[in-house]
């Protein structure tokens, strides 16, 4: 058993495994961030008094949350560039589709929590002359984020293992890197389980980053209590 | 409704005539031939130790970005995904021991001649004593989906056809017991065994099988190209030495 061990975790394949973590790794980051923006974006969107808005970004919501990922990513990568003309390459279509999708949920998520701020909030802050944008910036997030952050670390932990779908689109990511090293050793059992490894040590320090993030929104909640 | 629409999106993008296709000039231009190829088909392609590939395809691809004087990025993409992508512009090159089908030939171009020649096989587990398709009585025979070996066993209407996204599901199928043979390519197969596969050639050879470099429609230019650095490719013995060095014999002529 040992010995199969050191026969398929070469230096190369670990190597490799690392190459892949790191282009998973990039993969998620980027799309949490422009998902982030573009949720709050499309969840602000929805809420708008201007009726052209709310529709535009209830169709990207429902678009986007409502076709599978994958049928998103293969469009994004096969079908765009025939229609377009315009054929970006697979890493930015792998960031563009998962972000895309990443932000149709945190958009609903956003919104929610926006919604259960305490309606009073904003009538204090107007009478208190505070301009919309401000009421927003400076009562509305901060409040609203508390509740929002566990979803949304719920959401990107998930976008971590969804990244894996952009090994269909040639995106040499953990999950097709390790199918090339199962290919040429032909121990899949072993090669497998590390990388189901590598993906739960990634999300659990995801995890962890997410609980220190949500524990520091509270602090102003744990000492009025106190 | 937003399903229709996506829904008609995709029925224009399959009826499009390919628009974003890289001529010659364009691949000079980028001084890069996107060549795709599985990756996980050895000996053809596979993953050499630094993350490249290697192996009969990936230096076949490496050696006419050469002759056309760009440098070569190999891709590597999933059965299905190959012709997609050379329609969509996405790759300008496939050497990925695609066989020809009147299906594939409406949807990409193939050059004029084989690039080496092969033929099916019916593979089982090293202790079946099976000797022929029909000899398996209706048990699962495993293929990669989107395969010539997938429409050999449609063709035939052999009754349990099981599809798998590549060779690599069906090797662990056949581990498995969840399939009770495969069909492949003699020289995949025989890898595959000398690699310590538990498993045997089954009989003859089914059918002959003899694949071809492919690209993207209306690109004469670029298939012209191509078919030249091919043509000194077979002239100077380059072919057949990469034939030996990764498959063990010439396969690059027709067998007599």
Known sequence: MLSTLSTVFTPDALAALWRGAQITLALTLLSSVFGLIL??????????????????????IETFRGTPLLVQLFFLFFALPQITGVSLPAFNTAVLGLSLFAGAYAAEIIRGSLNAVDRGQTEAARALGLKPWDILRLVLIPQAARTAVPALGNQFIGLLKDSSLASVITVSELLLTTRGLVSITYQPVPLYLAVALIYFLLSNVAARLFAL??????????TSTA | MLNSRLLLLSTLALTATSVAHA??????????????????????????PDGSLTGFDADVAREIAKRLGVRARLIKAEF????AGLQAGQFDLAVASQSKTP???RAVDFLSRPYYYDGLQLVVPASSSVRSLAGLGGKPVAVAQGTIFEKFLRDRKYSNVATYSGEQEIFLALGAGRAAGMVTTRTVGSVAIKNGQKLRLAGPVLQQDNPYITLGKNQPRLKAAVEKAMASMRADGTLKRLSLKYLGSDITVPAK
Do not use: T
């Open chain 2, 80 to 83: 299905p995904s190959i012709i």
């Open chain 2, 103 to 105: 299906e594939r030939e």
């Open chain 1, 213 to 222: 993030l949500e524990r520091r929104l509270n602090r102003p909640y744990r």
């Open chain 2, 23 to 48: 001529e010659l000039a364009d691949v000079r231009k980028r001084g890069e031939l996107r060549v795709v190829m599985s990756g996980e088909y050895p000996p053809f392609s596979q993953p050499a």
């Open chain 1, 39 to 60: 949720g709050l974006v499309a969840g602000l969107g929805r809420m708008s008094r201007l009726a052209p808005v709310r529709l535009l970004a209830g169709i990207y």
